[in-house]
């Protein structure tokens, strides 16, 4: 086996301002064993860019998010996102995801298609209304899933332009210093520390008033808990939501014959979305390193206890070896076991919300605007741990 004598090369290699996978990745895995690679900020870490060895590294409890918290984890940004569920391990993780975990079951989500479905329908009726151009973002992308995550846990939706500032910075890499990073960090805290008073004073049917009466009725978690709890459902519930969208466009329309496809037969949404969310590289890089809690052979290479393990899940996603025609779109793709949601202990809480509204948001794309196109440069997020459209003019 292969040791840790392995030079570190730069990373990430994607670039922020398209949606290819680098080539470097491809490259990698054909090679023996893992990668060292070295991030701008933090420890070398081990690459994992299999999907095999990406469902070991995120499945195996032997590898631990809990201990990035005693490292210099390998990050992109001086600043660094620590507590809350993401640097949990079990059980301190299945107490506090069980809290939140039945709010977003297959079963609720599902009674909020409708809603969702009707949202999604008035945000391009209002855009149709207005005219071309459009920004598909502004006026879509980003209200869609604002609006549902607000109403679940019980926000404002008035206070979006507040929270996107807040949601941008927590997901910057290198627009903020440690110190500012942190500074917006507790404006947001303290932003959520006030609704959850006034929940405590004005009870609601929300997911915000069920997490406080976890807290004060039951000491199921502490009140830092509850802030960072109610932050990082706010923050995910949106986020990854309202790049994907536009991400999913772009695509389409890369590939002229698969969205003609999909618009013949409007069937084939459900399974879209998974070969979309399979096909898109939504990272810069990978984040959320895994520590190595003993030493561990992985393809070949002896990762010793103590060493993070970054999983480039766009990469394991593109692995010949688990999809045949790895590299190709195709939207009837069957058996698509992908990793865009992750994979274990921490595998997304709200993929089966993220899941309706992506279909409800290309369904309706479809429905209503079957003519939609550019109608001007994307303009791309930069310095973010995520990729797409700042803005995407469209007409139609």
Known sequence: MTSTDTEPVAYPFNEATSLHLSDRYALIRDQDGLPRVRLPYGEDAWLVTRYADARLVLGD???SRAESVRHDEPRQSEGRLTGGLLSMDPPEHARLRTLVAKAFTVRR????????????????????EAGPPADLVDDFALPLPVGVICRLL???EADRPRFRVWSDNALSTSSLTAEQFEASRNELRAYMAGLIDQHRA???????????????????????????????????????????????????????????????????????????????????????????TEDIDVSGTLVRAGDPVLVAIGAANRDALRFDRSGKLDITRTNNSHLGFGHGVHHCLGAPLARVELQE?????????PGVRLAGDIDWKTAMLVRGPRSMPVRW
């Open 202 to 292: 004005h009870p609601a049917d929300d997911l915000m008033t069920a997490l406080i009466e976890a807290r004060d009725d039951r000491d199921r978690l502490s009140e830092l808990e509850l802030v960072d709890l109610c932050v990082g459902i706010l923050v995910a519930g949106h986020e990854t939501t309202a790049s994907q969208i536009p991400n999913f466009l772009c695509v389409l329309l890369d590939h002229p014959e698969q969205f003609a496809r999909l618009r013949e037969d409007p069937s084939l949404v459900a399974g879209a979305v998974e070969e979309l969310l399979r096909f898109v590289p939504l990272g810069v890089g990978a984040g959320q390193p895994r520590y190595a």
């Open 61 to 63: 409890s032997r590898f």
């Open 361 to 369: 948001a290309l369904r309706a794309l479809l429905g209503m605007l």
């Open 109 to 128: 989500v599902e009674k909020l298609r409708p809603e969702i479905r009707a949202l999604a329908e008035d945000l391009l009726r209002d855009m149709t």
């Open 154 to 156: 019980g926000v404002p």
